[in-house]
C-alpha cells in the first residue's frame, strides 16, 4: 500500500493537482487555483530588448543574507552554480518542508493554510510570501554581461514593489 500524496512539485504549466494537495509550480500560469503556489515567473527575461541585460531570480554571486553559505552548498553538492531554476527548485522543497515542521502536520489542507498566510526565508534579505494570488512576491535580480561574451554580473536588485536598487 503506498503513502498518499501530500504535496507536489510540478513545472509543467496549467498543472491540476487532485483535490486540496498543495502544489508548488515551479513556473507562473494564469490560472489560480486555491491550493497552487506559483513559485517563479517565466525565466531570464530581456531589460528593454537588450540581449545583455536580464532579470533573474538568483544568481551564483549573492552573497548577502545567507546567499554565499546556500551557494557555496549548491556548489559543493552540484559541482555547479546555483542558477534561478535550482533557487526555484530548493525553495520550492523548502517551503513544503518547513511548512510540514512548523505545523507538525502532513495534512493536505494544514499545509495549504499554512503556505498561503506564512512568510519563508529565501536568502533574499526579506520574508517571502504569496500574494492573493499564489504568486510569490520576491525581488529579483538584473544583471548585465560583460563585454561581448563575458560573465553576468548583477547590477541592481529589483524589490518586490517593482524599485531598483544598485546592488
Known amino acids: 500500500m503506498s503513502d498518499p500524496v501530500h504535496a507536489i512539485v510540478s513545472a509543467a504549466h496549467g498543472y491540476a493537482p487532485p483535490s486540496a494537495v498543495p502544489t508548488m509550480v515551479l513556473v507562473r ?5 486555491a491550493n497552487v503556489f506559483y513559485v517563479s515567473g517565466d ?12 532579470v533573474v531570480l538568483w544568481h551564483h554571486t549573492l552573497e548577502k543574507f ?9 556548489r559543493a553538492a552540484t559541482r555547479a552554480p546555483m542558477d534561478s531554476d535550482a533557487w526555484v527548485a530548493w525553495f520550492s522543497m523548502k517551503i513544503l518542508v518547513e511548512s510540514a515542521l512548523r505545523t ?3 495534512d ?6 499554512f503556505i498561503a498566510s506564512g512568510a519563508f526565508d529565501g536568502h533574499k534579505g526579506i ?6 494570488r499564489h504568486q510569490l512576491v520576491q525581488p529579483m535580480y538584473a544583471v ?5 561574451g563575458g560573465q553576468w554580473r548583477v547590477v541592481s ?11
Open 66 to 74: 545567507g546567499a554565499a553559505q546556500l551557494n557555496a552548498r549548491f
Open 157 to 167: 536588485e529589483i524589490a518586490a514593489d517593482g524599485a531598483a536598487r544598485p546592488h
Open 127 to 132: 520574508p517571502l510570501r504569496f500574494d492573493a
Open 144 to 148: 548585465s554581461r560583460e563585454g561581448r
Open 108 to 113: 493536505a489542507s494544514v499545509l495549504d493554510a
Open 43 to 54: 525565466g531570464p527575461t530581456a531589460v528593454s530588448g537588450d540581449a545583455d541585460r536580464r
Open 29 to 33: 500560469d494564469s490560472s489560480t487555483v
Open 104 to 106: 507538525r502536520s502532513t
